[in-house]
């Protein structure tokens, strides 16, 4: 195929995945009014989840980042809030979500890796391996410019209370953080930080999608 074609038709296809839209026409106006010049309009929730399903998935040989990147990823799904996000003083509209992890490549260096939602787990944990290998091997980051994204980082090795993220003012997207997670008896918990930009949500309904992502997990079967 004529690249030039190519090109053309992958725009339009970004185009029609992602628009931006008039923020005084959605339902976060009055958000939109009262934040998007607040120096720090980032917002922080911390919630500690029982993850004792996932560890039992984990013995079974899923990776316990990819079930909790999917399980974050169902229940943005269901949150209209996370198809919009402000960029840039603007408001885009987003038909696809997605979500960055960090991957230590063979340089045993930093890359961000996007993988697209799927609501299937098994086709999602393939797409998942396949692209984190890639990140690997290639040393480059792999990104879906045309998805909202939801950053994570994931701080296995250490035992931590929780993260407030740094503002730069360039990354708006909402991101989670979490570290090592615990076991006590025959419970596994694990405590999330969730960052989220005010203008795209509010505190009821980031708590919603965090009971949400509670209710992936209880529900989780393979």
């Known amino acids: 195929m004529n690249m030039a074609i190519y090109n053309a038709q992958d725009n339009l296809e970004r185009r029609k995945r992602m628009h931006e839209i008039d923020p005084l026409k959605t339902n976060r106006a009055t958000s939109y009014k009262l934040y998007i010049n607040a120096p720090m309009p980032m917002v922080t929730i911390f919630k500690t989840f029982d993850i004792t399903k996932l560890i039992q998935l984990k013995e079974k040989g899923y990776k316990l980042n990819m079930l909790l990147c999917y399980c974050i990823l169902s229940a943005a799904q269901k949150t209209k809030e996370f198809y919009l996000l402000p960029i840039d003083h603007k408001m885009f509209q987003y038909d696809q979500l997605g979500i960055s992890i960090l991957v230590k490549n063979k340089k045993q260096e930093l890359n961000s890796c996007d993988v697209?939602?799927?609501?299937?787990?098994?086709?999602?944990?393939?797409?998942?391996?396949?692209?984190?290998?890639?990140?690997?091997?290639?040393?480059?980051?792999?990104?879906?410019?045309?998805?909202?994204?939801?950053?994570?980082?994931?701080?296995?090795?250490?035992?931590?209370?929780?993260?407030?993220?740094?503002?730069?003012g360039i990354f708006n997207n909402p991101f989670l953080i979490w570290g090592k997670y615990k076991t006590i008896d025959k419970t596994t918990t694990l405590r999330i930080s969730f960052q989220f930009h005010h203008v795209q949500m509010d505190g009821d309904e980031a708590c919603q999608f965090l009971d949400e992502i509670q209710n992936q997990i209880n529900d989780l079967n393979t």
């Not at 396949?130 to 290639?138: A, D, L, Y």
């Not at 040393?139 to 939801?150: A, G, N, R």
């Open 116 to 168: 697209s939602y799927n609501d299937n787990l098994d086709a999602f944990n393939s797409d998942y391996l396949q692209r984190v290998q890639q990140v690997k091997e290639t040393c480059k980051d792999l990104e879906l410019p045309d998805h909202m994204i939801i950053g994570t980082s994931s701080l296995i090795h250490h035992e931590i209370d929780g993260v407030i993220n740094m503002y730069s």
